[in-house]
């Protein structure tokens, strides 16, 4: 054992030492079933894993963000079956969790997941791998052995190779044989990846491997690449791996400010549209939001309505200038875009012109310089065309209050 | 002495220069004397510059952790590397959030129960490569890989340091000084922002565990800020209840019903207090009514009030 592997042991075993449990939910010793919770619905629709033999309803738990244990108890005696979660997700603090919730259920009635990095880094993620110290294969072994004991169980189901980016990542050939080692010792069921960027790329790598049997991606209606990653997923499933959604809230809201929450049942549904998405765990925190999950499980097709709904918002969310503020110092003019911007979304998103002229009127800048400006140096992280919808919004400057209402 | 800006700041970037923080700490009035923002480590460099993180921007560093974050109004994250021949031996992370509640609020939801706890910022804990600490409106993680035979005294002396930089007074909220002093399990106190057991209409919780008559309870108090708010969360909890429970209220106004997903924990009782709501789960009437009046007199004597 190296220098460094020694050094993991005593910190994994000081942090796996830990009891921790009294986040927002109860103090250790009065975890208790939720009661009020009905049993399992015979109508949840039920989706088989790929080639691993696990068959999971439609809605899965994503614990990450949960903090409360009677909440996950209350999903798993409500139909539920597979919880997810990490090694790094709350310091360890999340896996102990959800370890409290399921040491004393039977362990055919609950599938968990969980996931490890290839890295040190003790910290939930880290995307400069500069910073990263790479696992040996041992360490990285007793990391989920460090995991296995947190979750108070002899083996986990799935263990994906935590957020991979590239083709490279996901051939690791170190978490390659470590968890099939893992997996010869009984101690992990089924090898995994996850994916939050370049999906597609890390999917056709799963494939590449022949070691891989499930797939975890990042998958939304607001999805970047969709077709790409879409084709993707189908060739996955079609070869037999299980497809896992995440980040199926795409974000939770529609704008920075965070004040409007985009729908949750009809981006699950969104997600769930396809065969080929076997399961997908969205994170919830409150029993509103789990009954809602239980809804979708049931009844998981997307209505017109809400197809409908998703749209209209989508592209209402792209008139939104998230006004961060990078062109403020490149307009030669000095103008204030984000306010030009902003009165561009109430016209073109609101309709609400007289709130779009208080806007461009308020600036106090007359004539917008723009149309004498020969090119536009604004370089918009948004890819707006600042100078045509400066232009566009300005005209409104001029039109009489009578002819906007 | 440091303090990032308000507003303004959250329209920064990510990867900008660490030239831009020493702007920041001049503007404010602060020294660059050892080496700005971030101290100095013996036989360490820093790794380039440190790059900053807002609201729109946690995500590419900590993925999906950082819904948490910005629950607890998370403004902006500061991260330095410290190198050692070339390899990240040392990493330090200041997450500056919109006030003290919120930034212990984050620091609880990773503090161990049981901990080496150190006397760094306001309260601070050492496990083997790591040190985190919150004061202020500053939650502060340090993570070392380095074999250090005193550890422990290197880190707690570097995040003191670092801690001394930090704008903002050493002090819990003040609303976890109203609950009831005796019984209380150390280290148990948090402060949860929102979704507070699951329920959406319940926030702003200051929570302690407590052991009475050998038992682990849980205090809260609901203190939104305002009367209104309170009532209105105790309100709609009782709405909530009423259908599912046997929901009973005193002469004196105590609520207490079984929440049915925390059955197992017995009776929650609830008291209005006027700019705060109490609960106890799991105790008598009497207990409670005694705790009542405890927070009620200290919620009284605070100045300026709750």
């Known amino acids: 054992m190296t220098e460094h592997s020694d050094r993991k042991n005593r910190r994994q075993f000081i942090v796996g030492g830990l009891s921790g449990l009294a986040l927002a939910g109860l103090a250790?010793?009065?975890?208790?079933?939720?009661?009020?919770?009905?049993?399992?619905?015979?109508?949840?629709?039920?989706?088989?894993?790929?080639?691993?033999?696990?068959?999971?309803?439609?809605?899965?738990?994503?614990?990450?963000?949960?903090?409360?244990?009677?909440?996950?108890?209350?999903?798993?005696?409500?139909?539920?079956?597979?919880?997810?979660?990490?090694?790094?997700?709350?310091?360890?603090?999340?896996?102990?969790?959800?370890?409290?919730?399921?040491?004393?259920?039977?362990?055919?009635?609950?599938?968990?997941?969980?996931?490890?990095?290839?890295?040190?880094?003790?910290?939930?993620?880290?995307?400069?791998?500069?910073?990263?110290?790479?696992?040996?294969?041992?360490?990285?072994?007793?990391?989920?052995?460090?995991?296995?004991?947190?979750?108070?169980?002899?083996?986990?189901?799935?263990?994906?190779?935590?957020?991979?980016?590239?083709?490279?990542?996901?051939?690791?050939?170190?978490?390659?044989?470590?968890?099939?080692?893992?997996?010869?010792?009984?101690?992990?069921?089924?090898?995994?990846?996850?994916t939050h960027s370049n999906?597609?790329?890390?999917?056709?790598?799963?494939?590449?491997?022949?070691?891989?049997?499930?797939?975890?991606?990042?998958?939304?209606?607001?999805?970047?690449?969709?077709?790409?990653?879409?084709?993707?997923?189908?060739?996955a499933a079609a070869k037999g791996l299980g497809v896992v959604a995440m980040k199926t809230q795409a974000g939770v809201f529609?704008?920075?400010?965070?004040?409007?929450?985009?729908?949750?049942?009809?981006?699950?549904?969104?997600?769930?549209?396809?065969?080929?998405?076997?399961?997908?765990?969205?994170?919830?925190?409150?029993?509103?939001?789990?009954?809602?999950?239980?809804?979708?499980?049931?009844?998981?097709?997307?209505?017109?309505?809400?197809?409908?709904?998703?749209?209209?918002?989508?592209?209402?969310?792209?008139?939104?200038?998230?006004?961060?503020g990078t062109c403020l110092d490149q307009c030669p003019a000095d103008l204030?875009?984000?306010?030009?911007?902003?009165?561009?979304?109430y016209a073109h998103g609101y309709r609400n012109l007289l709130s779009a002229k208080d806007v461009v009127n308020g600036l106090g800048r007359g004539d917008l310089p723009c149309a004498t400006c020969e090119s536009c140096s604004v370089n918009c992280p948004q890819d707006f065309d600042v100078r045509e919808r400066a232009l566009d919004v300005a005209r409104i400057g001029q039109v009489p209050d009578d002819f906007l209402v | 002495m440091i303090s990032w800006s308000e507003?303004?700041?959250?329209?920064?970037?990510?990867?900008?220069?660490?030239?831009?923080?020493?702007?920041?700490?001049?503007?404010?009035?602060?020294?660059?004397?050892?080496?700005?923002?971030?101290?100095?480590v013996d036989g360490l460099s820093t790794r380039g510059e440190a790059e900053l993180y807002d609201s729109e921007t946690l995500f590419e560093y900590i993925n999906g952790a950082a819904e948490s974050y910005l629950a607890y109004g998370f403004e902006e994250l500061a991260v330095q590397s410290y190198e050692e021949d070339g390899e990240v031996v040392l990493a330090v992370d200041v997450y500056r959030h919109r006030d003290g509640?919120?930034?212990?609020?984050?620091?609880?939801?990773?503090?161990?129960d049981e901990g080496q706890f150190v006397d760094?910022?306001?309260?601070?804990?050492?496990?083997?490569?790591?040190?985190?600490?919150?004061?202020?409106?500053?939650?502060?993680?340090?993570?070392?890989?380095?074999?250090?035979?005193?550890?422990?005294?290197?880190?707690?002396?570097?995040?003191?340091?670092?801690?001394?930089r930090l704008d903002g007074e050493t002090g819990f909220p003040r609303a976890l000084d109203l609950l009831p002093q005796s019984d209380r399990?150390?280290?148990?106190?948090?402060?949860?922002?929102?979704?507070?057991?699951?329920?959406?209409?319940?926030?702003?919780?200051?929570?302690?565990?407590y052991l009475i008559n050998g038992a682990r309870s849980q205090v809260f108090l609901l203190a939104p800020g305002n009367a209104a708010a309170g009532r209105e969360m105790l309100n709609a909890y009782k709405a909530y209840a009423e259908g599912k429970s046997e929901v009973v209220t005193s002469a004196e106004g105590t609520i207490s019903f079984v929440d049915p997903y925390y059955r197992s924990n017995g009776t929650l009782r609830l008291a209005d207090l006027d700019g705060a709501v109490l609960g106890i789960f799991g105790v008598d009437a009497d207990t409670f009514d005694s705790a009542t009046e405890e927070v009620r007199t200290a919620m009284e004597a605070t100045d300026p009030p709750l």
């Open chain 2, 185 to 209: 399990i150390p280290h148990s106190e948090r402060y949860i922002a929102r979704d507070f057991l699951g329920h959406e209409f319940l926030h702003s919780a200051f929570v302690a565990d």
């Open chain 1, 254 to 324: 529609w704008d920075k400010e965070r004040t409007q929450p985009i729908p949750m049942k009809a981006a699950l549904r969104w997600a769930l549209r396809q065969d080929y998405v076997h399961t997908a765990i969205p994170g919830f925190t409150t029993f509103n939001q789990l009954e809602d999950d239980l809804l979708v499980m049931k009844e998981p097709t997307l209505t017109t309505e809400e197809a409908a709904s998703l749209e209209t918002q989508e592209k209402l969310a792209g008139l939104y200038c998230q006004q961060c």
């Open chain 1, 199 to 235: 999906q597609a790329e890390v999917i056709e790598a799963a494939l590449e491997s022949g070691v891989y049997e499930v797939v975890l991606t990042a998958y939304n209606f607001k999805t970047a690449n969709r077709e790409e990653l879409e084709r993707a997923m189908e060739r």
């Open chain 2, 7 to 40: 507003g303004g700041m959250s329209r920064i970037f990510v990867f900008v220069s660490v030239g831009a923080i020493f702007g920041l700490a001049m503007a404010c009035g602060m020294s660059e004397g050892d080496g700005g923002f971030f101290p100095t």
């Open chain 1, 28 to 194: 250790p010793g009065r975890l208790g079933a939720a009661e009020a919770v009905p049993n399992p619905d015979p109508d949840i629709v039920i989706r088989k894993l790929g080639a691993t033999g696990l068959e999971l309803p439609l809605v899965s738990m994503g614990v990450m963000n949960a903090d409360n244990p009677n909440l996950v108890a209350a999903a798993l005696d409500s139909g539920i079956k597979m919880l997810d979660t990490a090694h790094y997700y709350q310091r360890g603090r999340n896996e102990e969790m959800v370890g409290e919730v399921i040491k004393d259920r039977s362990r055919d009635g609950f599938v968990v997941a969980t996931k490890a990095r290839a890295s040190t880094v003790d910290r939930s993620e880290v995307q400069d791998s500069n910073k990263a110290t790479r696992e040996s294969e041992e360490s990285f072994i007793q990391k989920v052995e460090l995991s296995l004991e947190r979750l108070h169980t002899d083996y986990v189901d799935i263990l994906y190779l935590h957020s991979c980016k590239s083709r490279e990542d996901a051939l690791d050939e170190m978490a390659l044989s470590a968890m099939q080692t893992l997996k010869k010792q009984g101690k992990i069921r089924h090898i995994g990846v996850s």
């Open chain 2, 101 to 112: 509640v919120h930034a212990f609020g984050i620091y609880c939801q990773e503090r161990p």
């Open chain 1, 336 to 345: 204030d875009i984000p306010v030009l911007m902003r009165g561009y979304m």
């Open chain 2, 120 to 164: 760094v910022g306001t309260e601070g804990y050492y496990q083997s490569g790591v040190i985190n600490f919150f004061k202020g409106r500053y939650y502060v993680k340090m993570l070392n890989y380095r074999q250090l035979d005193d550890e422990r005294d290197e880190l707690v002396a570097l995040a003191g340091r670092l801690a001394a």
